[in-house]
């Protein structure tokens, strides 16, 4: 019955997806989406009726489906219908799921290793289902939306603004175009305050002061020797030395070039006192030439088009710090930038709004800047803001969790700033789901049984299903919020993939350590080849794939079968994943290099430089095990299989005894472990799709 409850919400869930296809289906008003939705819940009944035959079963599903959208549609009322129900039947799917895994795990072993490693796997899945959710959950609140409300903005209200622009290691032909940008911002009372932190060689510092002298008195150069902090050091002490009058600051990448209105269009929010900051997107530029670079861009867009909108709804955005104003007083109301935390603009803004201050979000791009160039710098980039996500979490989880200890935060508010960060280690399941898959292949390719629940029969297909409409929702969300075209928004997906193991590296590492080293990354040669480059860059991903589709190519030779089949796939997806990094790597060495670019691909802000880089030592032990692994399915290829025993038919008058009965609810054969299974029943311990931190979607 749970199974088949399962079946039923995913393959609405499905129909659902798949009808908001349609352009401006998602939005529509209830006149039009409500006799949509109760059709497409209509046509899933009729079509699992003939099939399974139980006429009142599949009604009483249509009704709980039907209930379960009205409820959420009450909840949510600025939602559109179909966007309900999309939420409503991807959680009901994944709620039966759930407790049909959790019945089979409990009813038909008893084994203590076999219990242990099984819920295990169950606090896996409810893990990754429950974070898929949470993408889901974003989706459907930006793209279903039928009204948005805007926040005022009182274009009387100029108070002094001063502009703070960090700067480490950066060369003049990049941070030149920056300042000249904001030379000309049409803004009456206005500063530039240029911060060059820690940049050891005095003629780039020193040319970049003779820049900020040549522009003017609104621009105003400090250079900090040995300075401790980072990037939150530096401007603390830039901060205090500003005038006292200066009640707006923004913060200004090195390689950004802003538009004339950005402060005119901006600053009129602030005349609400309640408003400690405003963010606007973080835009990019020089893109559009290269299909790498296409992807990348548009990977960034997903968080400022989906999941930023969706926190803006409920007071819960982060500031994200380049193209961002924050006023001076609650700066300083909550003791500034925290220096012990490398992503210090999203953890000050949790600081400001659990003092009850307001964060407004314009969702309209005012400047552009450049992104990294190479891949090693781009994993350097991602490394810092996982590793801030995790940061955040342990210094303030009481602050999310616990009744009484978040001061003035809103409960949606501690929704969005957990599960935000805790999306972070959506990577780190999938390399959990990795290493379980590889387990099991290495297990059925030696024909061993794994102590672990497994799954038979139709349930193989629901993996495979909520993985592959999880993944349609997020290149839809993506095309549909950016207007890319799909391939745009394939390669978008990519990028994310490209990144999952260097993410996972740094949620472990934020676990075990608080203060724990940026991430180092090969060392590369003059002259080297650029395939070579992209290999160094992505060694561990290459392992990881290689590993994947080794092993899942041993199972399918040593022990086909339809489960295998069912497994295999579901090894080679996660082969897949891994497998784009080399793809970014050698894409990234494949850009053609204008003058600009060529500038701009040594410079700090594209390489990732930091004081203080540290060690990746976790791919050490990860390499050691993948490469016994390798091994072993080497000499599990080269072993004949055990030739069948033979088997003595009982009398017919003395039917064997059945110590475990398989749940009603199962069609297939009874998926409890068994200890030396044969190779047409090895299992399928496939875990459900696991989401990655910039996207990955919801089953």
Not at 151 to 156: C, E, R, T
Not at 312 to 341: Q, V
Not at 400 to 422: C, F, W
Not at 541 to 552: F, I
Request: some cysteine.
């Amino acid at each position: 019955m749970l199974l088949h409850a399962a079946l039923f919400f995913g393959a609405l869930s499905a129909v659902v997806t798949i009808a908001a296809f349609v352009p401006g289906i998602i939005r529509a008003r209830i006149w039009a989406g409500l006799p949509l939705g109760l059709g497409l819940i209509a046509l899933v009944a009729w079509n699992a009726t003939i099939i399974s035959q139980q006429r009142d079963f599949e009604i009483a599903l249509a009704v709980c489906a039907l209930v379960a959208t009205a409820l959420l549609r009450v909840a949510e009322r600025r939602w559109s219908w179909l966007g309900a129900q999309m939420f409503a039947a991807a959680t009901l799917a994944s709620i039966a799921y759930l407790l049909y895994a959790g019945s089979i795990t409990y009813a038909i072993g008893s084994d203590p290793v076999y219990l242990v490693a099984s819920s295990l796997l169950l606090v896996l899945e409810i893990a990754a289902l429950a974070l898929s959710l949470s993408y889901l959950f974003e989706i459907v609140d930006t793209l279903s939306r039928t009204s948005e409300p805007a926040h005022p903005v009182d274009s009387s209200y100029l108070p002094k603004v001063a502009i703070q622009v960090p700067a480490y290691n950066e060369p003049l032909e990049v941070v030149s175009e920056t300042l000249k940008a904001l030379a000309e911002l049409d803004y009456p009372d206005l500063i530039v305050q240029v911060v060059d932190n820690n940049t050891p060689d005095r003629e780039i510092w020193g040319a970049l002061q003779a820049q900020c002298e040549q522009l003017g008195a609104r621009f105003t150069f400090m250079h900090l020797e040995n300075w401790p902090g980072f990037k939150a050091g530096a401007l603390n002490e830039a901060t205090r030395r500003l005038p006292k009058d200066i009640e707006i600051i923004g913060v200004v990448d090195s390689d950004y070039i802003v538009k004339p209105d950005w402060l005119r269009s901006v600053v009129g929010h602030f005349a609400d006192s309640k408003v400690a900051f405003v963010q606007t997107p973080q835009n990019y530029r020089d893109w559009t030439d290269d299909q790498y670079l296409r992807g990348l861009y548009y990977s960034y867009q997903y968080f400022f088009e989906i999941t930023m909108p969706c926190r803006a709804h409920r007071n819960a955005i982060i500031f994200a710090g380049t193209m961002g104003l924050i006023r001076r007083s609650a700066l300083e109301d909550i003791g500034g930038w925290n220096p012990d935390i490398v992503t210090e603009d999203a953890e000050a803004s949790l600081r400001m709004l659990a003092r009850g201050h307001a964060g407004i979000y314009v969702s309209r791009p005012y400047g552009q800047g450049l992104m990294p160039l190479s891949f090693d710098g781009l994993k350097k980039q991602r490394f810092r803001w996982a590793l801030g996500g995790v940061q955040i979490l342990r210094l303030h989880w009481r602050r999310l969790l616990q009744p009484g200890r978040g001061e003035r935060l809103t409960v949606p508010q501690r929704i969005h700033y957990l599960l935000g960060n805790v999306q972070w280690f959506g990577d780190v399941l999938m390399f959990c789901f990795t290493l379980l898959l590889l387990a099991t292949a290495l297990s059925t390719a030696m024909h061993h049984q794994l102590p672990i629940r497994r799954l038979t029969g139709v349930a193989l297909g629901l993996p495979i299903a909520f993985l592959a409409t999880g993944l349609l929702r997020a290149v839809w969300a993506m095309k549909l919020k950016t207007r890319c075209t799909w391939r745009d928004a394939i390669a978008g997906l990519q990028v994310w993939f490209a990144l999952s193991w260097v993410v996972t590296v740094a949620c472990l590492r934020g676990l075990l350590r608080f203060h724990t080293a940026f991430l180092r990354t090969p060392k590369f040669k003059e002259g080297e080849a650029s395939v070579l480059k992209a290999f160094r860059a992505a060694q561990m991903e290459s392992l990881l794939a290689a590993t994947g589709a080794a092993a899942a190519v041993v199972m399918l030779v040593r022990a086909p079968s339809i489960p295998t089949i069912a497994l295999a796939v579901l090894l080679l997806f996660q082969a897949a994943i891994y497998a784009n990094a080399p793809w970014a790597g050698a894409s990234a060495e494949g850009i053609h290099l204008t003058p600009l670019r060529r500038a701009y691909r040594n410079s700090a802000q594209s390489t990732g430089a930091r004081p203080g880089i540290g060690a990746e030592t976790l791919a050490v032990p990860v390499a050691a095990g993948l490469a016994v692994l390798v091994v072993l399915l080497l000499i599990s290829l080269a072993t004949p299989p055990p030739p069948p025993e033979p088997v003595t038919p009982a009398p017919a008058e003395q039917p064997a005894p059945v110590s475990h009965p398989s749940p009603s609810t199962s069609p297939s054969a009874s998926p409890s472990p068994s200890a030396s299974p044969s190779p047409s029943s090895s299992p399928s311990s496939s875990p459900p799709p696991s989401p990655s931190p910039s996207g990955t979607p919801s089953p």
